[in-house]
């Protein structure tokens, strides 16, 4: 609709100033210069319409994430779900195709280097902290289902090195009634964090993520 409107507004300038130059050359050649008139106009037409398709091939597809009644407008979604290797697209991500696609294939490879199966608690759904990056497709929680040879901080720098810029782990989420711990793997350029949340007189507390705090809540 603004592209139309900028059409509507140039093109009807670009006839008023023609018509200005017609009127004063008409005194001297009337058909000449109409016939010119209307050529430089047709010309002017066709160079904007080029212009707008030009720039409708150069945006990118975009998806709408509704939040608080406001929408986010994003250049990325999940787009092709049999390109990945360890996930489908009806496990527990809440909309599937508004997930963040290099989230996806990053935990598809973070899983294939951790080597045990990986479920997925919750994706764009449920409810979090006002921000959250849940509810624009950029964060995954989950909980591995078998044991795993590698302990909380060796999974934390294999996330690490899969480039995710937000990592947390929770030691007493559950799976099947049973404290398992589970994980919060985020991506975004606005900041790197990594932390703990950890239950502190029944009440979820953050701590720096660390080898000391890891031994202190005896999670090592």
């Known amino acids: 609709m603004h592209v139309l409107l900028e059409a509507k507004k140039f093109l009807n300038g670009m006839g008023r100033f023609m018509q200005e130059i017609v ?24 160079m904007f319409a080029f212009q ?30 049999t ?34 199966p990986i479920i997925i608690t919750c994706g764009t759904q449920g409810k979090h902290k006002a921000g959250s990056f849940h509810y624009t497709g950029d964060a995954v929680d989950f909980v591995i289902a ?21 990592i947390g782990y929770y030691p007493h989420w559950k799976l099947w009634g049973k404290e398992v711990g589970g994980w919060h793997l985020d991506l975004t350029t606005k900041r790197k964090a990594m932390w703990l949340g950890v239950m502190e007189k029944g009440e979820q507390a953050y701590r720096r993520f660390s080898g000391k705090n890891l031994k202190k809540y005896g999670i090592l």
């Not at 709408?64 to 999940?78: A, D, E, L, T």
């Not at 809440?94 to 080597?115: A, C, H, Q």
């Open 146 to 166: 078998d044991r795993c040879a590698l302990d909380p901080l060796d999974i934390a720098f294999l996330a690490l090195r899969f480039g995710f810029s937000g």
């Open 52 to 81: 707008i398709s030009i720039s409708k091939a150069s945006i990118k597809p975009m998806s709408s994430v509704v939040k608080n009644g406001k929408s986010n407008i994003r250049n990325y979604k999940m787009r092709d779900w």
């Open 83 to 116: 390109l990945v290797n360890h996930f489908t697209k009806d496990e527990n991500w809440g909309n599937p195709f508004l997930i963040n696609e290099d989230l996806i294939y990053k935990l598809d490879g973070f899983r294939k280097e951790l080597g045990v």
């Open 23 to 46: 009127r004063y050359q008409e005194l001297k050649e009337p058909k000449r210069w109409a016939m010119r008139y209307h050529v430089v106009l047709l010309l002017l037409i066709n």
